[in-house]
């Protein structure tokens, strides 16, 4: 059954080379209770340890049931152990953290055995050795002979074939080393049973063969057995430790270290903590940078514009394509051209396109304005004389009108009426003044209001009338070109004309308090749709007529040429103004336009109700998503050059600050995530002290069967428990600090709720913690599995 053939066994220290077993060949029955006896250092211990497949012998051939074991692996010899051997220490080497009923289940669970099976199997050997009784005990709760007897039913509930036994009553009193050895004989009726012993009384009492050694070699055998040819039918069941057993194993060792592990966990935790609380800081400051963009950009609007710039610069194109240093020592100059990566866009603002934008769901925006260049004819008056309004100095914009199906207009939802009321027809006006009441005294002048006085009471511009005059009405042919109909006291008649439009302030609105921003100047602001009337009258009118077959400008005469930026009164001498009366001087100049391109003149005139630009107010933060992905379909396939580019300011702004928010955490965590380092550090430190405190717990369960890579899961298990328990505490202190952190920073700031630790956020660095510290034990885990098995089981 059990075959030595010539076994040897050495060990060197430095340059001595001690033999422990010479050539030692033993043959053994398949049940026997077989005693070496001999001298301390006679090679017993050695012998034991080798058929234990606790040491590996040089050279010899062990064979067990007829399976040779010369060319075995780790994994082989640890399934060896397990299946076949069973050990009965001196020292008992028992599990001190482990319940009796543990300690002799560990073989059998090594071995797969079920949970149920495993339990009935021990429950039955301790029946079997008398501790029925004792089964829920710690060790340290046992006599020596019951502690004895637990490590007899450990050796026993695998059911292996050879239970081998080092000393067994070698701590023990006379009385129980007879219990013991009785025991022992019992066991020895139906297994190989091989004990090695100082007391050659108790060997000769109980052993059915007596075997002595001396000098590493068998000088004599009571009862030999010949060699016989025995048939192979040897089969090793491999052994393994799941997770969930590596963490019940250390889970109770941890729980005898409660003080230990808790400040290690605790320890660990700094950094999480530190981590988490930057970012909760993070995530609330985002929230309320949010609310706050939200609430200051939401009326900010998605611009449309017939010229847009979008640049693509980067270092290698901006320097011509050549890879050159910063800062060269090099005295030469390298010229080069900035407008190669600028690349101007020029948006097409089609009908087509300009009847997209009407189709957008009205439910998504608060409203819609455009910008035209059209330069509207006003006149007003101050009953008894008429001049044209001084549009340059005071602002005239487009409200953004009202759409269908919301419950408020753009201006009811953003600004407060002073005085009046908001507009409701196409020829209301209204005044925005900023947020101190204020308009410039310029503005007030070209509207024809005296500023001369500390205050002006609002209800007196209520009412407020100018004229609108159009251009037939405003302009007359004079030879080849275009003047102001009549002179500057025909302005009045003008004025009082029926075809005049006339032009109320209804109210004096101003933005609300709780409005950070506001996307309206201080000025005058009427509808579109004035504009749009005053632009379909306007493509008929002599004057637009004419300016589209005339190359040049009819107001001024001027020659038309991209190249000429004269504009204004510029040519004014060259078409005999001076001569012009100086109130008419100044209507003309009022009326030009600023531009001296056909295109630029004609849209100044009314003759195209294109707009320059139009910009679309989203209902809020979410709705301008929708928006922007209703104008992306517009540009689907295509080509670049015809697809029409959007300016989304409130995009810009948010990205420029989470980018700045992303910087500051990034960089204090980074200070934060010191603390994991030194955690890491520490981690190692407590695993390799476990690894020492454990090292015969490290012998046992070699000695049971489990692989090395069991005793590395052992100890990762460890550091598992400890990573969650880190991870746990530092999340639970972090969302226990928030509290005071709100506090203090509502008393700084009356910013409420700041610190908001996000549960992804949690859950991550829960992650990182058992991670960490599981990396942190690695390399102590690994040097626990590379111990000697022998050497660990001699520790104390």
Not at 105 to 130: F, P, Q, Y
Not at 329 to 344: Q, R, V
Request: proline fraction near 3%; aromatic fraction near 6%.
């Amino acid at each position: 059954m059990l075959q030595l053939k010539d076994i040897t066994k050495s060990y060197k220290t430095g340059d001595f080379t001690q033999v422990a077993l010479n050539k030692v060949s033993l043959n053994f029955r398949e049940s026997e209770f077989v005693a070496i006896l001999g001298q301390s250092g006679s090679g017993k211990t050695t012998l034991l340890n080798v058929i234990g497949g606790l040491d590996q012998y040089d050279s010899g051939e062990l064979i067990i049931n007829g399976q040779s074991t010369k060319h075995f692996q780790d994994g082989e010899w640890d399934a060896y152990r397990n299946n076949s051997v069973g050990f009965i220490f001196q020292s008992y080497n028992l599990i001190s953290h482990l319940s009796i009923v543990d300690n002799v289940e560990m073989g059998m669970t090594l071995s797969g055995v079920s949970t149920s099976e495993k339990n009935r199997k021990a429950i039955e050997v301790l029946e079997k050795v008398g501790l029925k009784d004792h089964i829920h005990k710690k060790p340290n709760q046992l006599s020596g002979g019951q502690m004895q007897r637990v490590a007899i039913a450990r050796a026993l509930a695998n059911n292996p074939d050879i239970i081998l036994a080092d000393e067994p009553t070698g701590a023990l009193d006379s009385e129980t080393s007879e219990q013991i050895m009785e025991l022992i004989k019992t066991i020895a009726e139906d297994k190989l049973v091989i004990m090695v012993t100082h007391n050659p009384e108790l060997a000769e009492q109980y052993a059915d063969r007596v075997i002595k050694f001396s000098d590493g070699s068998s000088v004599s055998d009571t009862n030999p057995l010949a060699t016989q040819k025995a048939t192979s039918n040897y089969t090793l069941k491999k052994t393994s430790m799941n997770f969930l057993t590596a963490l019940k194993l250390s889970g109770k060792n941890i729980a005898t270290k409660k003080w230990r592990t808790g400040l290690t966990a605790f320890a660990s935790s700094i950094g999480i903590i530190g981590i988490a609380l930057i970012l909760s800081l993070s995530n609330g400051f985002d929230k309320q940078i949010s609310t706050y963009e939200t609430g200051a950009m939401s009326n900010f609007p998605i611009t449309i514009s017939q010229s847009a710039m979008s640049v693509d610069v980067s270092d290698h194109a901006a320097m011509g394509g050549t890879d050159l240093p910063m800062y060269p020592t090099e005295k030469t100059l390298i010229p080069y051209d900035p407008t190669e990566n600028s690349i101007i866009h020029t948006n097409v603002l089609t009908t087509e396109y300009l009847d997209y934008l009407d189709k957008i769901d009205p439910e998504l925006m608060d409203g819609i304005s455009y910008t035209r260049t059209v330069n509207l004819n006003m006149l007003k008056s101050d009953g008894e004389i008429a001049s044209t309004v001084n549009k340059g100095n005071v602002s005239f914009s487009t409200y953004p009108s009202k759409q269908e199906d919301t419950s408020g207009s753009y201006l009811e939802q953003y600004y407060d009426v002073l005085e009046g009321s908001f507009p409701t027809k196409e020829t209301d006006l209204v005044l925005i003044v900023d947020q101190y009441n204020r308009m410039n005294n310029a503005a007030l002048d070209a509207l024809g209001i005296n500023y001369n006085v500390d205050s002006i009471n609002l209800a007196d511009l209520v009412g407020y009338e100018l004229k609108l005059i159009k251009n037939d009405d405003f302009y007359k042919k004079n030879g080849e070109q275009f003047t102001v109909n009549g002179t500057a006291s025909n302005l009045m008649d003008m004025y009082n004309n029926d075809e005049a439009i006339t032009l109320n302030i209804v109210g004096v609105i101003r933005e609300q308090e709780d409005s950070k921003m506001s996307t309206l100047p201080a000025g005058i602001a009427y509808s579109d749709e004035l504009a749009t009337h005053f632009i379909e009258d306007a493509k008929t009118s002599e004057i637009v007529k004419a300016q589209q077959e005339a190359d040049y400008n009819v107001l001024t005469g001027q020659i038309l040429s991209d190249d000429i930026a004269g504009s204004g009164m510029a040519g004014m001498t060259q078409a005999g103004m001076p001569s012009m009366d100086p109130s008419m001087a100044a209507a003309m100049a009022a009326a030009m336009p600023t531009t001296s391109t056909k295109e630029a003149i004609l849209a100044s005139l009314g003759a195209t109700e294109i707009p320059t630009s139009v910009s679309l107010y989203p209902l809020d933060f979410g709705t301008k998503e929708s928006i922007t992905t209703y104008l992306d379909e517009w540009n689907t396939d295509l080509a670049e050059e015809d697809q029409v580019l959007y300016t989304d300011l409130a995009a810009i702004v948010t990205s420029i600050s989470g980018g700045i928010m992303d910087g500051i955490t990034m960089v204090l965590v980074a200070f934060a995530a010191i603390s994991l380092v030194v955690s890491l550090i520490m981690i190692s430190i407590i695993t390799y002290i476990s690894v020492m405190e454990r090292t015969k717990e490290i012998g046992v369960l070699r000695a049971l069967g489990a692989r090395k890579k069991d005793i590395t899961r052992v100890f990762n298990a460890e550091t598992f428990i400890i990573g969650v328990c880190s991870g746990v505490l530092g999340i639970g202190i972090t969302y226990l600090l928030t509290i005071p952190v709100n506090a203090i920073l509502f008393n700084l700031t009356e910013l409420s709720n700041v610190a908001q630790l996000n549960p992804i956020h949690a859950i991550t660095l829960g992650i990182i913690s058992v991670v960490l510290t599981m990396l942190g034990g690695f390399i102590p885990a690994k040097m626990a599995a590379k111990k000697d098995p022998v050497t660990a089981l001699r520790s104390e």
